[in-house]
């Protein structure tokens, strides 16, 4: 069942549409990578799926009973958010704010969770630790605990990677990978990061304001767009960029 459903959507940044055309369907267990070059209208369709943007025109439908307050969404991370004065575990733990609902405070549900996803991520060691003294690899996992702390269905994850080194980056992707496979929770993802979109999503967007493709990774591999794209990283010999541009 599909749990995103776009029919013909397009959406606006600052009064100018950034992203049209766009007809897709995301379902239960999938992992989509949405890549572009800066300025595709990626991050403005990232606000559009959430319910932040309403379509200049067409729609955006959730199925299988999935609310936007419902879907765990780790955006970029600014400066002032990086030095923010928590521990790790009361980091996690705030993404249980939307299972309270009227409750003034968290149950030992919402603790027991919050616990199993740090683990889930490898940091449940660093719970008592104040966050902004965590590395960038670090942070970043206890934000996708928080991310998991709010779903059971999707995680929208804005270039989780941008600012990382090599190292963290992959642990990283190979975090997300086993969130997808081993909870069925379906991973959208955008990312400039061509080579790992390739090796890790099952399913791939590939905008310039509109779709170039949309589809299987294997498919997108063998497309025009898709060698294109690749190809022009391996005849650079460069990495895609990772991060930095502006908002889209």
Known sequence: MALITCEDASFAYEGITAVSGLNLEVRGGEYLCIVGENGSG????????????????????????????????????????????????????????????????????????????????????????????????????VLLARALGATRKMLLLDEPVAGLDPVATQDLYRAIEKINRETGITILMVSHDIRSAVKYASHILHLKNTPLFFGKTADYVKSGAGTGFLGEFAASGNRPPQGGGRHD
């Open 42 to 141: 990626k991050s403005t369709l990232i606000k559009g799926l959430l319910g932040l943007k309403k379509p200049q025109s067409g729609s955006v439908l959730l199925g299988d009973g999935l609310k936007t307050n419902e879907i765990g969404y780790l955006p970029q991370q600014t400066a002032a958010q990086k030095d923010f004065p928590a521990s790790a575990y009361e980091v996690a733990l705030s993404g249980r704010l939307s299972a309270c609902g009227l409750r003034p405070f968290y149950s030992k549900a919402d603790k027991a969770a919050t616990d199993e996803n740090l683990a889930r991520l490898g940091v449940k060691d660093l719970r008592g630790r104040c966050y902004r003294e965590l590395s960038g690899g670090q942070q970043q996992r």
